[in-house]
């Protein structure tokens, strides 16, 4: 139907586009505070990118990307995480040949096919922070500082911080087998899915929402009881660093996040305000994604949040917005010559970063002051052929009623001194 939105997505107009705008702004602000430049990437990349970087036995990559073949038969996909196009950029454009780190973020639309709920979308709107350069724990401990830094920002209160450690590649290695072997008994009561992650990707099970997967995986061991030294004194020192930011958080060994390219710390701030879709933000340390791109090793770390899942929070614990309309002067006109004139002085005071109105589509001047008020105007003022050919007017204060005279060949300036 052509007159209705593909299913999944949806128009941001009103209220609606002012709340997302003061949310940008604060984005805006943070990265800025915090050291973060912003980069923009392709909606579209070579599937490859995502098969590589995410993951082959992700549910993203498995079932959720928007694939096709491009007129020049190449495999195009469009992009379902900010992540990997940055990593993408970052070796491409060779920004590692700079000082580094380098600290990016991105506000962008990306795409899933999956069932539309609450809060998620098939085109949906993600801002991110991606840090390279650095695998100290401070690095993670600033993304997560920035995260927190957003929620505080907007408002959002009522949200726990969990952070988990995945350890390193050995790390990984030895917990997948030992995860496999607490699996093996019960390998054929689990989805198909989760068989078939079983020899490619057993951590995947773990990120299941089977209700009879995660029953039979309740009692797994935890990745934590596997880690090498250096990846529990990692993990420490995050831990001890947060405590010094004064960020309150748990650790939770189910925080294993939905991405492969995953390694030592991941977190995820949940909130209990949105049901069943609880993380609000997550992300965590890539220090192989680089690497799986083509480049020399090179640790990254960094999160993304939905911004749709954003504004869904801050309506749970905030109510709905509203604001109210604003215009500086609506300029009222009575007569084509009245209007003619209006509409000149109103080009000026909007070049002077004035917000003017005028009427545009003939109404009367009683429907043109009710419309006046309708808007917002705090001074009002109406044209006629006397004030034309008198070469003065009264504007009026909407609130107090004070007038004040103001000539109509230095409207802007008399204005600006009235006000």
């Not at 020192?237 to 492969?260: C, E, F, H, T, W």
Request: overall charge negative; proline content about 3%.
């Amino acid at each position: 139907m052509i007159t209705k939105a593909p299913r999944g997505t949806q128009d941001l107009y009103g209220d609606q586009v002012k709340t997302w705008r003061k949310v940008e702004q604060v984005i805006r602000k943070l990265t800025e505070d915090f050291g973060f430049e912003e980069i923009r990437t392709p909606m579209f990349e070579h599937t490859e990118l995502f098969q590589r970087g995410v993951g082959e036995t992700t549910d993203i990559v498995q079932k959720e990307m928007y694939s096709f073949k491009d007129k020049g038969d190449r495999d195009i996909t469009l992009k379902p995480e900010g992540t990997a196009g940055v990593a993408r950029a970052f070796l491409e454009n060779k920004l590692f040949a700079g000082a580094q780190p380098t600290k990016l973020y991105y506000i962008t639309p990306a795409f899933r096919y999956e069932r539309p709920q609450a809060g998620r979308f098939r085109q949906f709107h993600q801002f991110g922070v991606e840090l390279f350069g650095s695998e100290e724990p401070a690095a993670d401990a600033e993304v997560i500082a920035i995260a927190k830094a957003l929620l505080d920002r907007v408002g959002i209160n009522k949200v726990e911080l969990h952070i988990n450690s995945l350890g390193g590649p050995e790390c990984r290695k030895k917990y997948n087998e030992t995860l496999k072997s607490f699996i093996k008994d019960n390998l054929e009561n689990l989805c198909p899915t989760c068989q078939e992650r079983f020899e490619k990707n057993p951590l995947r099970t773990l990120d299941c929402k089977n209700e009879g997967c995660q029953e039979i995986l309740k009692g797994a061991p935890a990745v934590l009881d596997v880690l090498d030294e250096e990846c529990k004194a990692h993990f420490k020192k995050l831990q001890s660093i947060l405590d010094s930011m004064g960020i309150a958080y748990i650790v939770d060994p189910n925080i294993v996040r939905g991405l492969d390219y995953y390694t030592r710390t991941v977190f995820e701030f949940i909130s209990n305000d949105i049901g069943s879709q609880g993380t609000v933000c997550g992300g965590g340390r890539y220090d192989k994604l680089i690497e799986e791109c083509g480049g020399k090793p090179m640790p990254a770390v960094g999160f993304g949040v939905g911004m749709e899942r954003l504004v869904m929070v801050m309506k749970a614990e905030q109510g709905e917005e509203t604001y109210k309309a604003h215009r500086d002067i609506y300029i009222g006109s009575l007569g084509d010559n009245a209007g003619i004139k209006s509409q000149g002085i109103i080009y000026h005071l909007r070049q002077a970063g004035i917000s003017a109105e005028g009427d545009i589509i003939g109404r009367s001047v009683k429907a043109q002051m009710k419309y006046a008020n309708k808007i917002g105007a705090e001074f009002s003022v109406i044209l006629g052929d006397d004030e034309i050919e008198q070469n003065k007017a009264t504007i009026k204060n909407m609130e107090t009623g004070d007038l004040h005279e103001v000539t109509i060949d230095n409207f802007v300036e008399d204005f600006k001194k009235a006000r």
